[in-house]
């Protein structure tokens, strides 16, 4: 069995900003998260909204500059780079954004908004026609739609031009930014199988961000499960279904409509407000909303460990 190469690495990444007054401090979007990608699978990152999912995917991609830690791609340290080195690493790292309609330009035609990646790159002629015709036919859209304007296609097929803008410079990894979320249930399908379709023909590796479960567990091969800026489980999908640890974990998995009526998994309401993240309380960020929180809790940050096979956790249940 040929074991699986790391394409991307995260390694105590933080994200800070400044608040927007001195009194609201620093905000911690992302706070210390590591993990690994490996080269061909679906990564999936699920939580709630303002939980860093968004501000992780975008210093992935180097849109934004960690604070501190370290990103890796394909072994090279990409957070260090800049000018000639990170527009040569765009190359290898896109991301298709949550909005189509904010993401394209409304002055361009289509075939204007395909040219630009070409165009940053100092590519151009025949080859990239050709090219751009391809792109058009992977995603499922005909070569007319290149002299349309994005006010002319549905939602759906705005995201598709995203898709394939994304898709423009052969990249190894594409960040999905809540990419179906903006869309139509129905439209939600077609395009998550577009997804999945394009990763097994092109070879390509997803960092998947969403807040809705069922969507994460249909395209991932693992899940990363993120609360007010940490990761507190990471497990295979089935794994994950079959049995989680982290009680957040276990309430955004009880919020999941049961197909089989025979099944029932009781509803986890959580207490409380979301913290803020320029203020987030002490020991595990969990406890002021956790079922389960113990004194230890409030006082002590739990480890982020293995606990079994493939099987990450930062709870203290689990010591």
Known sequence: ??????????????????????????????????FEIM???????????GCGKSTLGRALVRLLKPTEGQIYLNGEEVSRFKGEE?????????????????????????????????????????????RIQEL??????????????????????????????ALALEPKIIVCDEAVSALDVSVQAQVLNLLQELKEKLGLTYFFISHNLNVVYQVSDRVAVMYLGKIVEIADYAQLYEKRYHPYTESL????????????????????????????????????????????????????????AGHFVACHLYD
């Open 86 to 130: 990170l527009k040569k690493m765009r190359k290898s790292a896109q991301i298709i954004f949550q909005d189509p309609s904010a993401s394209l330009n409304p002055r361009r035609t289509i075939k204007q908004i395909m040219m630009e990646p070409f165009e940053i790159h100092g590519m151009k002629g025949q080859d990239v026609d050709a």
């Open 253 to 308: 998995l009880s919020a999941i409509p049961q197909v089989d009526p025979g099944e029932k998994i009781e509803r986890i309401r959580l207490e409380g407000e979301l913290p803020s993240p320029s203020n987030p309380p002490s020991g595990c960020r969990f406890h002021t909303r956790c079922p389960k929180a113990c004194e230890r809790c409030k006082q002590e940050e739990p480890v982020f460990k293995e606990i079994q």
């Open 39 to 49: 080269e061909g699978e679906t990564f999936g990152v699920v939580g709630e909204s």
């Open 136 to 165: 058009m036919q992977l995603v499922g859209l005909d070569t007319y739609h290149l002299s349309r304007y994005p006010h002319e296609l549905s939602g759906g097929q705005k995201q598709r031009v995203g898709i394939a803008r």
């Open 1 to 34: 069995m040929t074991e699986k190469k790391v394409l991307m690495k995260a390694d105590h990444v933080k994200v800070y900003f400044k608040g927007k007054s001195k009194k609201s401090g620093v905000v911690k979007a992302v706070d210390d998260v590591s």
